[in-house]
Structure formats: structure tokens, C-alpha cells
């Protein structure tokens, strides 16, 4: 009786642990929980048909307002979709959703205004025979972590090195209008694109050609907001750019 009473509880405890271990990858990436990134918790993002990414990534936390938030699809999007940044029930997106011309995304604008805090991007993806899907992500706005940022503004042009497989400086501030040279010193082809990978669609004028030793790649940047990018080449290559 006694023997049979342990040999359960053993039995239930190796079971609870096989549960645990099976739902382990969910609960930490969030997909049950939701994602917690700097004490900020996320809930978890609600995913449509043909999706591929989207940037800001779902529960990123940055620090400058996208310049447009991106969503990336595998198949064409149809007439009908769009975007909303959505903070206390305000709409920061700026102007009308437009679908990319290769029809493989769609973007919306985003107030440079924007206050900190966290934002629910809510968007409608229609394909091209008129069904349409509603899905969610979000992420935060934290302008003090700029303060870690390499400070480069008030300069006209600024270079930036590619070499030991790392952009130098990795995080930069630059003023408005300001010419960036990006400039390859690996003996490594580089290149410069934008996120995410593999769409680089958020700025798609921040794509370079391959880069090989000595190559150069120069954008000048009108527009505030933040530029996250990387090397196609070498993914955990990865940069971040605010301008304002
Ligand atoms: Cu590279």
C-alpha cells in the first residue's frame, strides 16, 4: 500500500517535469506569457496567414521612434490592408498605409512625436482575393537608452567601419542630414542592409551592394527616427542608427 502511494507520487512528478520541460521554449520566448524585455511585459503577438516578419520586432524595446513600422508577407497583400500604432487609444501612424511595390509588404509612417511607452501595432492583412486577417505586435519606445549610443551629431559626414566582423561604431546618433559613409575593412565581403533579415524592407535605400575590402557605402539621412540594420552576409553583424 505504502510502496504503491510512492511509486504515484514519483510517477506524477516525473510527469509534471515532461509537461514542464515540453511548454519550457513557449513560456520563455512568450508565446504563452507573453515576452518580458527591460520589465516591460508583452502579451503575446497575434500572427496571420503569409506572414513573415515584421520591425519593429514584437517586443522590442527602442530607443527612437521607427521611422514606419513594416509588416512582411511570402505572398501579395491586397487592397483593404493597413496599420495602427496605438498608445492610450491614440493612432501615431502618420498618412495612409501603402503596400510596397513588389507588394510583399506593408508600411505605415510613424510620428517622430511619439511619446515613450508601449505601443500596439494593429494591423488588417488582406490577400488578393479579398480575405482578410487581423493581426497584432507590440513594442516599446525607450529614448533613454540612447544615452549608450555612440554621439556623432552636429557632423556633416560621419564613417562608419565595418572590421573584426562588427560595424564601429555599432550605435550611433547622427544630426539630420548627415552623409554616413559605411566603409568595409574586412578582407570578408561585407554588406549593409536593412532589418529585417532576410526582407531588409523597413528602409530599403539602406541596402548596399556586396562590399569588399575598401568598398564604401554612403546614405544620407533626412528623416529622424531609428535605422536598425545589419550584414545579409553575417547576421549577428548588427547596427543602429538614430537620426534627429
Ligand atoms: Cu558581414
Known amino acids: 500500500m505504502r510502496k504503491a ?26 508565446s504563452i506569457v507573453g515576452a518580458q524585455t527591460d520589465g516591460i511585459r508583452f502579451s503575446p503577438p497575434k500572427e496571420v496567414p503569409q506572414l513573415t516578419n515584421n520591425t519593429p520586432l514584437h517586443s522590442a524595446v527602442l ?13 501579395d497583400r491586397g487592397t483593404g490592408s493597413k496599420i495602427a500604432i496605438i498608445r492610450d487609444g491614440k493612432d501615431y501612424g502618420v498618412g495612409d498605409t501603402k503596400i510596397d511595390d513588389n507588394k510583399l509588404a506593408i508600411r505605415r509612417d510613424m510620428d517622430p512625436a511619439a511619446p515613450d511607452g508601449v505601443y500596439m501595432v494593429k494591423y488588417t492583412s488582406c490577400q488578393l482575393n479579398g480575405s482578410c ?23 556633416k559626414e560621419v564613417v562608419i567601419d565595418l572590421k573584426n566582423y562588427a560595424f564601429d561604431p555599432r550605435n550611433t546618433l547622427v544630426s539630420k542630414g548627415t552623409k554616413v559613409t559605411w566603409k568595409n575593412g574586412d578582407d570578408d565581403t561585407h554588406f549593409v542592409n536593412t532589418d529585417p533579415h ?10 548596399s551592394k556586396a ?34
Not at 530607443?63 to 508577407?73: E, L, R, T
Request: glycine share 8%.
Open 5 to 30: 502511494y510512492w511509486l504515484t507520487i514519483i510517477l506524477m512528478s516525473l510527469l509534471l517535469l515532461l509537461v514542464i520541460g515540453a511548454y519550457r521554449p513557449l513560456i520563455v520566448t512568450g
Open 133 to 155: 486577417d487581423e493581426g497584432a505586435f507590440q513594442f516599446a519606445l525607450d529614448r533613454s537608452k540612447a544615452a549608450a549610443f555612440t554621439d556623432l551629431r552636429g557632423q
Open 198 to 207: 532576410p526582407e531588409h524592407s523597413y528602409y530599403r535605400a539602406m541596402n
Open 211 to 244: 562590399l569588399e575590402k575598401g568598398d564604401t557605402f554612403a546614405l544620407t539621412f533626412d528623416k529622424p527616427g531609428i535605422y536598425p540594420y545589419h550584414c545579409s552576409a553575417h547576421t549577428s553583424m548588427t547596427g543602429t542608427l538614430i537620426v534627429s
Open 63 to 75: 530607443a527612437g521612434v521607427p521611422i514606419n513600422v513594416v509588416v512582411d508577407f511570402n505572398y
